[in-house]
């Protein structure tokens, strides 16, 4: 589904990916880990065409993502950090983001279920953090697109709306979509990732199984295993 070959970034003088190589196949979902600041935002925003790479060929469901920009019709995106205008209500918001795409939406399930209903009429820049995530949540996952990208979607997510985020991306897999997923928190890549993919000096420096990972590193504990695919990074 998406094919990376040989992607460059740097910002001025900082190399943040340095001839990146990446398949992703489709269906299923990708746990994009790494440390902090080792590009995994960047790289999403390359795919989405919002950082322009400095080199490197990306390609999406055949075609090359640097020449033309319809494939951004078939994704949902989740930003890291989502930047609402502070003075536009809930409501206000979505409708503005409906009007934007050309699709159909289903807003009302998810408002229900992340429990938004008395927050509607409410401004976004007097919202808390966690309320203005789950908002965040049901812009992404009202379309249906075949890639779904979500970049660290549990900031700020009260346990409840936790586990239903882990609901709705588990039915996107079952519905064969493919996500990509960042995020810090190991019981959620336990949980949900077929594959983990882990970006180290500006590389892929493992993709595979949760299985695949525990047996290359000796460990069963994925903190542990993740510890240790660094560490011998540095050993090397
Ligand atoms: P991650 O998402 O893995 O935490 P990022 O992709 O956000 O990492 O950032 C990788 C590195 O690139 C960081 O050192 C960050 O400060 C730097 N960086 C990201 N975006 C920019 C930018 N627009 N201008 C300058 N430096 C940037
Ligand atoms: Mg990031």
Redesign the pocket.
């Known amino acids: 589904m998406i094919k990376i070959k040989n992607l460059h970034k740097k ?2 003088k ?1 190399t ?1 990916l340095d001839g990146l190589d990446l398949d992703i196949e489709k269906g299923g979902i990708f746990a994009i880990l ?1 440390p ?8 999403i925003k390359c795919l989405l065409g919002m950082v322009v790479p400095n080199k490197g060929e990306i390609s999406f469901q055949g075609n090359n993502i640097l020449k033309e920009w319809n494939y951004r019709n078939n994704l949902n995106y989740l930003p ?1 950090i989502a930047n609402f205008p502070a003075n536009l209500s809930v409501i206000e918001l979505i409708k503005m983001v409906k009007n934007l795409r050309p699709k159909q939406a289903n807003e009302q399930e998810l408002i229900d279920l992340f429990g938004l209903q008395p927050f509607l009429k409410k401004k976004l820049g007097n919202l808390s953090g966690g309320t203005k995530q789950k908002v965040n949540l049901v812009l992404t996952f009202m379309f249906d697109s075949d890639l779904i990208i979500l970049d660290e979607p549990t900031t700020g997510l009260d346990p409840i709306a936790l586990i239903y985020l882990k609901d709705l991306i588990k039915k996107e897999r079952d519905k064969g979509k493919t996500v990509l997923i ?1 995020t810090h928190i190991m019981s959620v890549v336990e949980e949900l990732a077929d594959e983990i993919v882990f ?1 180290l000096d500006g590389k892929i420096y493992f993709k595979g199984s949760i299985t695949k990972l525990q047996e290359q590193t000796n460990q069963t504990n994925l903190e542990h295993a993740i510890a240790n695919l660094i560490s011998k990074q540095y050993v090397n």
Do not use: A, D, E, P
């Open positions: 910002f001025g900082l943040v790494g902090n600041g080792s590009g995994k935002t960047t790289l890291q960042t970006l």
